[in-house]
DNA sequence: TCTGGGGTCCTAGGACCC
DNA sequence: TCTGGGGTCCTAGGACCC
């Protein structure tokens, strides 16, 4: 089939901030930044159009945001809500096309090859036009149906595809044809291209390539540019078919389980003392062992993370048998910490990390546990089903309880 | 003005095996 | 006493993404 433009990436504008307008009506209008309260130590995670002219953006400390935007709203990130608007703007993008992956809570890829004679009308003069108005009634139907605002990039490739959401917003639609791959790229910054982080744009900018067709001149070779240039130039081509699958963390529950789970809490005062410090890593792994069992997975690799007040951080971890048993993630855990903590300094985080993991445990190795210590039952069955029904705040440890209660 | 929380992927060194 | 080459798994750290 020859390649054209039929690759789509959607995302959905200010995400979090157009939930929380659709849950609180006085937010519609208003400069808004989700996050937290003005003056929390943490970061923005979607900031409304309104102040973006004003230099705010998603990663910026709330203290920063609230010097740019005084005036503006100040609403705590509430992580549970948002998934269920994502699945819904999945189930309307499965109408329009066979072949949607979900990449993040907000943004998802649509594979339109194959479409052109399904959506064809009488006017259109080429495949392009037919898709390019498939993808703005599709994007209409979401606006219409969820109240969420979206944007659409068409284009050969997934980055070309990404790229091109970018340029549509907000609430728009940018179809980049085949043959125009280069006339688009190549004015963009080149932190514009996805891969190209903040690392590499130094280097790229210490080498004066400020933008894609700069890259895209340097020739191949060994060097570290080099192989940022070859990048560029593959994620121009047209891409093949999308994974198979979604990303493993977006993935309904009863799916098989896959990559890894984690969870972790940074201190609003950075803890010196041990019981606060085991409490807080009960906690964690209370929670993620919940999660793990809920995917119905098994983990085979435990990994504690620490972080210091001065922000150095390390990472532990040790794998045995595969397991889902929160008594044996938490002794390998807490013999993670013990052996690691530097108890001189002040703990700022703390997180526990499920890897290797699998739908169950490979035959023979079942139930063994032998690198783990012996488990210790408890009645978590009991509590996972409250939770199953009533979230996971439903029930709590006392002693996660108590720590929180002592801050 | 210090810097959240959830992930994926890549690299590099060492252990271990054949 | 000296010692190749390939493969896999594990761990630690870091870049990147939303």
Redesign the pocket.
């Known amino acids: 089939m020859t390649p054209l433009a039929r690759l789509a990436c959607l995302d959905l504008d200010t ?1 979090f901030v157009s939930v929380e307008r659709l849950l609180e009506p006085r937010l519609v209008g208003q400069p808004v930044i989700v ?1 937290g309260h003005k003056g929390d ?3 923005v ?1 979607s900031c409304s159009y309104e102040v973006r002219p004003l230099g705010v953006h ?2 910026m ?4 945001a609230a ?1 740019l935007a005084p005036h503006a709203i100040f609403v705590p ?1 509430r ?1 549970d809500t948002y998934g269920p608007y994502a699945a819904r703007v999945k189930e309307i993008l499965e109408r329009w096309c066979p072949v949607v992956r979900t ?5 998802f890829y649509l594979d339109f090859r194959g479409c052109d004679g399904l959506y064809r009308r009488p006017g259109d003069v080429d495949g392009d036009a037919t898709i390019e108005r498939t993808v703005g009634e599709m994007r209409q139907a979401i606006q219409v149906e969820t109240g969420l605002p979206a944007s659409v990039g068409i284009g050969p490739s997934r980055a070309i595809a ?1 790229m091109a959401s970018g340029k549509a917003k907000p609430a728009g639609v940018r179809m980049v044809k085949l043959g125009e791959e280069r006339a688009f790229a190549d004015p963009l910054p080149v ?1 514009k ?9 130094e280097v790229l900018l210490a080498a004066g390539i400020r933008t894609l067709g700069e890259l895209h001149a340097v020739p191949d070779g060994p060097s570290r540019v080099a192989g940022m240039a070859m990048h560029l130039r593959e994620s121009l081509c047209p891409s093949g078919p999308l994974p198979e699958r979604d ?3 977006f993935r309904e529950h009863d799916e098989v389980a ?9 201190f609003f005062a950075a803890l010196g003392q041990e019981q606060p410090v085991y409490d807080a890593l009960r906690g964690l792994v209370e ?1 993620v062992t919940w ?1 793990l069992r809920r995917r119905g997975g098994f983990a ?2 435990v ?1 504690l993370k620490l972080r210091y007040d ?2 150095t ?7 045995g048998a595969p397991t889902n048993a929160e008594g044996d993630v938490l002794e390998v855990a807490m013999a993670l910490l013990v052996a690691s903590w530097n108890r001189r300094r002040r703990v ?2 703390l ?1 526990v ?1 499920l ?2 993991l699998s739908p169950a445990p490979a035959p023979g190795v079942a139930r063994q546990l032998p690198l783990f210590p012996p488990a210790r039952p408890r009645a978590s069955a009991a509590i996972d089903a409250v939770r199953d029904r009533f979230g996971y705040a439903a029930i709590r440890l006392g002693a996660v309880e108590q720590a929180r209660s002592a801050r």
Do not use: M, Y
Request: proline fraction near 5%.
């Open positions: 995400f996050g130590r943490g970061v995670t998603s990663g400390s709330l203290l920063e010097k990130t992580h990449a993040s809570i907000d943004e990404k932190r291209l996805p891969g190209i982080g903040p690392k590499a744009e990303r493993p963390a896959e990559g890894s789970l984690s969870n972790e809490r940074t929670r999660r085979r690799t990994s001065d922000f951080t390390l990472t532990r971890a040790r794998s700022r985080l997180g990390q890897a290797n």
